[in-house]
């Protein structure tokens, strides 16, 4: 072993005898997977895929999360693993091993910022669909029109008493598994959660072929019509394939320290984007023949969830039970990715102020969990607040609105930017070669896409995302 080498395992390895390693690459891979499969894969992208036009779409975003997402996603656990600690740390300790400049450090701390930005109001839009299993099982959705559906979403939205009793209990659930440490709780909560939300998937998909609509859902996903797609799709597939890999969050990199040396970071990167991408597609595949049995617009946009698929619950046979369980399928996807929001700012309060797991989680869930009543108030007392309204591109945007356009548009393009800078132009190469260990021919393909292709990729969807607000 070289002398660099054993210095980054020296640090690695005295970092994670205390916080503990993935038991295994299939622990490694559920969690990573849990991270990525949230409400991006769920929510989002069958809404980002009717309003731009279907299967022209899916084409470019599969082509994107190979280009893209897979090289960052290489990149950050690469980082993780060579520094061995949180992603502030492992820049710092990469960055003074090979007498780098030191403010490589701020990396990991933008992505570790962007992260629990998004799960203080991302836990408020899991506390919805916390409320919608309720809502399902009752029977509130059977046979009302669209109407008295919009009228359930409003009242949920309006009542900041309620908001903030989900908020709090989707919270706790993060909480409670990041307070128990790497095997005992997110090892073991991801083996348990993953698995169930595949049940489940496939469950409402298996409903889904019944629908009489399941050829068009197919047909509309994968027969691509390049007329339906404007140069603004290109680049919401571009910005949707790096943000549903969790990328730019330092997510991966949190994750990349806990992961032994033997395990290939390709294979898991790779097996993670395979498992996100086919739980984004089977999504699809059990939304749109729901949403075409019944009449509906597959465009119909972030309502999509909420308000347009609960009116196709409350019209077909069994809807309270099939409705139960996608909702339940919501909670499992947002409760994996709450939990990896979370875990690398209590790495970091483990590893910098001396904190033990317990105290480090229930302080940084504290605080999260306190922000998030701002965006709570900007759905209803706060509605007409827009803290940077004098700002054009920022006119009329909520508290809720700016964090989630900051981290969005701003801080996870960004942190992926810089990412790939440092990896492709920065970092040594022999030590990538040393944690990747490909044959030749991959490195350089992977080299080359992370320098050139990426930085170029990413930087556009920055650029466009700024100017197009």
Not at 65 to 84: D, F, H, S, T, Y
Request: net charge neutral.
């Amino acid at each position: 072993m070289s002398e660099s080498n054993a210095s980054y395992s020296g640090i690695m390895e005295g970092s994670n005898a205390k916080r503990g390693l993935w038991s295994s690459r299939l622990a490694f891979i559920l969690a990573a997977t849990g991270s990525a499969v949230g409400l991006g894969n769920i929510w989002k992208f069958p809404y980002v895929t009717g309003e731009n036009g279907g299967g022209a779409f899916v084409l470019v975003y599969l082509l994107c999360i190979a280009a893209i997402g897979l090289p960052i996603m290489m990149a950050e656990v690469l980082i993780g693993r060579r520094g061995g600690h949180s992603p502030v740390n492992s820049l710092k300790a990469i960055a003074r091993h090979d007498k780098l400049s030191p403010a490589w450090w701020m990396v990991g701390a933008l992505g570790v910022i962007a992260g629990f930005l998004i799960l203080s109001f991302y836990s408020v839009i899991g506390g919805w669909a916390v409320s919608y299993v309720g809502t399902a099982a009752s029977g509130q959705l059977t046979g009302q029109s669209a109407d008295a559906i919009g009228a359930i979403f409003s009242d949920l939205l309006g009542d900041p008493i309620t908001l903030l009793v989900w908020h709090t209990l989707f919270m706790g659930l993060v909480m409670l598994v990041v307070a128990k440490g790497v095997r005992s709780g997110l090892e073991r909560a991801v083996s348990i959660l993953m698995p169930a939300l595949f049940l489940l998937l496939l469950t409402v998909v298996g409903y889904a072929m019944t629908t009489g609509e399941f050829g068009r859902a197919v047909a509309f996903l994968f027969q691509p019509d390049f007329s339906k797609l404007t140069t603004a799709g290109v680049l919401v597939a571009l910005g949707h394939a790096f943000f549903t890999l969790s990328l730019g969050m330092a997510v991966m990199m949190a994750y990349g320290s806990y992961l032994p040396k033997n395990i290939s970071i390709a294979k898991t990167s790779i097996a993670v984007c395979i498992i996100d991408t086919a739980v984004a597609l089977l999504a699809g595949l059990a939304i749109f023949p729901i949403v075409f049995a019944n009449g509906l617009e597959p465009g119909a946009g972030p309502g999509l969830i909420f308000q347009t698929l609960p009116l196709a619950f409350g019209q077909m046979p069994m809807g309270s039970l099939f409705g139960t369980l996608f909702f339940l399928l919501l909670i499992f996807a947002a409760w994996t990715s709450g939990i990896s929001l979370l875990e690398p700012i209590v790495e970091w309060l483990e590893e910098q102020k001396g904190m033990n797991r317990t105290v480090s989680t229930l302080g940084a869930g504290f605080v999260c969990w306190a922000l998030g009543i701002a965006s709570i108030l900007s759905l209803n007392l706060w509605s007409d607040f827009a803290p940077l309204g004098w700002i054009g591109m920022l006119e009329g945007k909520t508290i809720f609105d700016l964090l989630d356009f900051f981290t969005a548009n701003i801080m996870l393009p960004l942190g992926g930017l810089l990412v790939a800078v440092f990896a492709g132009w920065v970092m040594s190469r022999k030590a990538m070669e040393d944690e990747l260990a490909l044959s030749a021919p991959m490195f350089r393909l992977w080299y080359i896409t992370v320098r050139y292709i990426t930085p170029v990729a990413v930087g556009t969807v920055f650029v466009y995302n700024l100017i197009g607000a």
